[in-house]
């Protein structure tokens, strides 16, 4: 494809630059459009904009495939645990074993939480959203953060180390239990489920059907390039707010139901069909239904239009949790008769409408214990690397302030007209 693309408006003809990328992805370069001709684009929801360029992870929706710095996600779900996953993203290559045992040396080094911590924790009312404490805590941290220059890498190791512990104390708090603590032994991903699951007094023993299971679905949800909470993460990297303001930021983008809140949706919807007889045929139906705002959860994606690969790992991982745990899980059963027949049928095979990562971890996280309201919190702890790795390289691509034009449809100007008190 040719280097300059050009454009007549109007009798003149203008020449715009194309940006290429490592595979087929080329953009053309409109950052002079409207200095030069007076018009922006219009781009509802992004759908059609490179916001940036970036090497951490790489989609081709067509194809189902996903990359994070090069690597298949089919290989990295094999051969990588979440705590080399979240190395290679920060730092874009995997460690070697000596750099893997030192980040992980690294990251137990902050595994602690400061006792105000605790204290504005008791305070918080037991109806507040998971997500919504995670998101405060996340930005309440840097108070309690006794060195104010903290060195980059430090800042990144504080997250990865504190975010599970929010977490596990939000479960903990819920469910009447103490505060639990990292055993120094233990994996990251198996320190994770001690400090949700473990009883005061009593000697945790790790499941490794269980820790297998949360790694390979935090590795699952570690990036996925320019998505919503990391366009926000990105935009306010670009104002150059600070890590923790911008992680906090993140979860509250990932909050929505149309992003990570989708997998709490999902196991909903999946109860409410077994509830009301399980007729999957008339939710079909009704997601079809323009009139009917209902959606069927779990289905659909921006980028993938053949399949999510997220979602066939997730299914399997499904299916082998489910089968050695020995549990007979009906929502299971449910999930895999729903996606027959959606796929099946011709409204969503024409919209390309497949099943994405949400639509079987809730099954994984009911498995492990997770509360619903507590699903897109892990969602949060596997994304994190990816947040970071964003944030990072905004600031090393030094991307100008991210600051989007808009078609005004208001009021054209007027005036204030003065009231006139008629007075009794
Ligand atoms: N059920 C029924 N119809 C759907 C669905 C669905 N799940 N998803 C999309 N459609 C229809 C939609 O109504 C529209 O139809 P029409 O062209 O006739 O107006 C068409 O498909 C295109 O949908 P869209 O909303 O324009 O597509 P999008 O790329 O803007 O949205 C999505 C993608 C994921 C928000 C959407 O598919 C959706 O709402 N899915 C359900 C929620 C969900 O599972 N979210 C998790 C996403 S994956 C994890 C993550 O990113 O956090």
């Not at 874009?92 to 504005?120: A, D, R, T, V």
């Not at 400090?195 to 269980?210: A, C, D, V």
């Amino acid at each position: 494809m040719c280097k300059i693309i050009n454009l007549d408006i109007n009798g003149y003809n203008y020449k715009l630059p194309v940006v290429s990328g490592t595979f087929y992805e080329k953009a053309i370069n409109i950052s002079k459009l409207r200095e030069n001709t007076g018009l922006i684009t219009f781009d509802p929801g992004l759908k059609n904009t490179g916001l940036s360029k970036s090497s951490i992870s790489f989609i081709d929706g067509e194809k189902g495939i996903l990359l994070y710095r090069g690597y298949p996600i089919e290989q990295i779900i094999n051969k990588c645990s979440f705590v080399e996953t979240s190395y290679l993203l920060l730092n874009g290559e995997l460690p070697n074993s000596k750099q893997l045992e030192s980040f992980s040396n690294q990251i137990k080094e902050f595994h602690y939480m400061n006792q105000e911590i605790y204290q504005i924790f008791d305070k918080i009312p037991d109806f507040y959203h998971p997500m919504g404490i995670l998101s405060s805590f996340t930005c309440i941290l840097t108070a309690f953060i006794k060195n104010k220059y903290l060195k980059e890498q430090d800042m990144y190791l504080h997250l990865l180390a504190k975010l599970p512990i929010l977490a596990a104390l939000t479960y903990r708090k819920k469910v009447g239990l103490p505060p639990s603590h990292v055993d120094k032994n233990l994996s990251y991903t198996s320190n994770i489920l001690k400090m949700f699951f473990s009883f005061p007094k009593k000697y945790y023993e790790t499941n490794p059907i269980i820790t297998d299971a949360l790694d390979k679905l935090l590795i699952l949800h570690a990036d996925h390039e320019q998505n919503c909470s990391t366009t926000t993460v990105r935009l306010l990297s670009s104002a150059h707010a600070g890590l923790f303001s911008s992680v906090s930021a993140g979860i509250s983008a990932l909050w929505g139901r149309l992003h990570g809140g989708a997998n709490q949706a999902v196991i909903e919807m999946l109860e409410n069909i077994l509830k009301s007889g399980g007729n999957i045929q008339k939710w079909i139906e009704k997601a079809k239904n323009k009139k009917d705002p209902f959606r069927l959860m779990g289905f659909g994606h921006r980028i993938y239009k053949n399949f999510d690969p997220r979602a066939r790992i997730i299914k399997k991982v499904a299916q082998k949790i489910i089968s050695q745990l020995d549990m007979d899980n009906p929502i299971l059963k449910l999930a895999n008769e729903l996606e027959e027949v959606a796929i099946q049928d011709s409204y969503f095979k024409e919209k390309k409408l497949y099943p994405n990562i949400d639509f079987y971890s809730g099954i994984i996280y009911q498995a492990i214990g997770i509360p619903k309201d507590m699903f897109t919190v892990m969602f949060a702890l596997g994304r994190l690397p990816g947040w970071m790795a964003h944030w990072k390289e905004m600031r090393l691509n030094r991307d100008p302030i991210g600051r989007p034009r808009q078609i005004y449809i208001g009021y054209k100007k007027r005036n204030i007209v003065e009231c006139v008190d008629e007075g009794i």
